[in-house]
């Protein structure tokens, strides 16, 4: 079965509201905003501001694809719709969810070093606890129990990338999920942006010029039609820095899932 065919209150000027043509699953922390702006930059992309849990959220899927449809954005017949839930990776129930709605649905994920990626998790948390004025712990106590790792700790867990890729595999092909080396994707995005536009089928529209390095942010920021934005604040946070001991645990824990991981996708990934 192809996509389903819903489509929304047409607008005078021929824009309308599309299922996704392409979601961005995940993973939490891996760059998913910085992808999906830069994507944006694409002229045939029309993508969805905030991340809409559709797929994830009991109350939101049970509104059904109609709601889901509602939350896109308006957009022209020969553009491509995007959303981006990066927590739709780590749920189980999602990749049948989607497959269900478009099983040739494109499926982009951005992973990032599973190590960077519990370590900005755990900073993400850190600054949600302090917004509210509230304190959180000091990332050993919550990495380390007993002087072992703590396997407890959700965002380690969300960093064990091959068991949750495996069943996203269940349900569709590596044909259908293109995965962005967020690390790459950090320290030169142009090349990265080209191979996504391939797997898209979208013409090379991004550019190098689209591109510039803020040295104050310490990220690549976006020039679009001359106008210049950086991501917001939150993204590019300082990580704590872990003690060698604790690093140690961190790199003989994944070093096995890590494996299992580029045996299941075929490739290889520069991490620790
Ligand atoms: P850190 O803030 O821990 O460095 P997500 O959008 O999925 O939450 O991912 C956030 C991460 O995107 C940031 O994590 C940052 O490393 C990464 N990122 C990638 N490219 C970026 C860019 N150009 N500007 C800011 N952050 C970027």
Redesign the pocket.
């Known amino acids: 079965a192809g996509a389903k065919n819903i489509e929304n209150g047409a607008h005078l000027n021929g824009t309308q509201q599309y299922l996704p043509h392409i979601i961005i699953i995940g993973v939490?922390?891996?760059?998913?905003?910085?992808l999906l702006e830069m994507l944006s930059l694409h002229s045939d992309i029309a993508a969805a501001e905030s991340e809409i849990h559709f797929f994830d959220w009991e109350n939101q899927y049970k509104r059904g694809l109609k709601w889901y449809l509602n939350q896109m954005p308006f957009s022209y017949p020969h553009q491509l719709t995007v959303e981006k839930t990066?927590a739709y990776f780590t749920s189980p129930g999602v990749p049948e969810r989607i497959y269900q709605m478009n099983s040739t649905i494109k499926l982009l994920l951005i992973l990032r070093d599973p190590i960077e990626r519990v370590l900005?998790d755990y900073?993400q948390v850190f600054y949600n606890h302090k917004q509210k004025n509230k304190s959180y712990p000091p990332v050993e106590d919550l990495l380390l129990k007993h002087r072992e790792l703590n396997t407890d700790y959700k965002a380690i867990n969300r960093s064990l990338y091959y068991p949750y890729m495996e069943n996203w595999l269940k349900y569709f092909t590596l044909e259908n999920i293109h995965i962005v080396d967020?690390d790459c994707?950090?320290r030169d995005?142009l090349p990265e942006m080209q191979k996504v536009e391939k797997f898209l089928n979208l013409s090379p529209q991004i550019k190098a010029s689209n591109f510039y390095f803020n040295k104050t942010k310490g990220?690549?920021?976006l020039r679009d039609g001359g106008r210049d934005r950086?991501?917001h604040e939150s993204?590019?946070?300082a990580?704590p820095q872990v003690n060698s001991f604790l690093m140690g645990k961190l790199q003989d824990y994944f070093y096995e899932p890590n494996k299992r991981f580029f045996e299941l996708v075929g490739r290889t990934f520069d991490w620790l």
Do not use: E, Q, V
């Open positions: 939490r922390k891996g760059g998913t905003r910085a990066p900005s900073t967020g994707l950090i995005p990220f690549y920021c950086c991501l993204k590019g946070r990580h």
